[in-house]
């Protein structure tokens, strides 16, 4: 008898953990792609991505970069004081995305241009990402209008 209960918690041991590491696994491969690195145009300057990386760039608009294609093909440049990162991007822009203000774009670099799938802009006239806001006061060209 004691031998049968004994098999049955070794069973379910084994049942509990393969259980865990599948688990474990599965959280592993649906997070594989979902993870974005942020980066700050001096940062990629500093240690360029690997090719087909994708991440996250964030900065300000460059003053006078902004270039409308004839379809729906945005190109534009991503400051942060100390490098630029040419941008193109293809298809709606956020209503309050413009020249100057701060933006975080999701892609991956195709040769020197940083080609974005998705452009998140300001949602108001004070918010600066938190991201964006930290590689800018570290270049010294924002200044918190809070401070």
């Known amino acids: 008898m004691k031998s049968l209960k004994k098999k049955r918690r070794i069973q379910i041991l084994v049942a509990a953990a393969v259980a865990l590491v599948l688990a474990a696994g599965l959280i592993g491969y649906g997070f594989r792609d979902g993870i974005n690195l942020y980066r700050s ?3 990629m300057a500093e240690s360029p991505p690997e090719a087909g990386e994708v991440f996250r760039l964030g900065g300000l608009v460059e003053d006078g970069s902004l270039v409308r294609g004839a379809s729906e093909t945005v190109t534009f440049r991503v400051t ?4 630029t990162v040419p941008v193109r991007f293809t298809g709606v822009l956020p209503d309050l995305f413009s020249e100057g203000q701060g933006m975080i774009g999701t892609g991956r670099m195709e040769g020197e241009t940083f080609v974005a799938t998705e452009i998140l802009a300001k949602h108001d006239e004070n918010y600066m990402p938190r991201e964006v806001m930290d590689s800018l006061k570290e270049q010294g060209v ?3 209008p809070n401070s």
């Open 142 to 144: 924002y200044e918190d």
């Open 41 to 43: 145009p001096s940062q």
């Open 80 to 83: 942060d004081g100390g490098a």
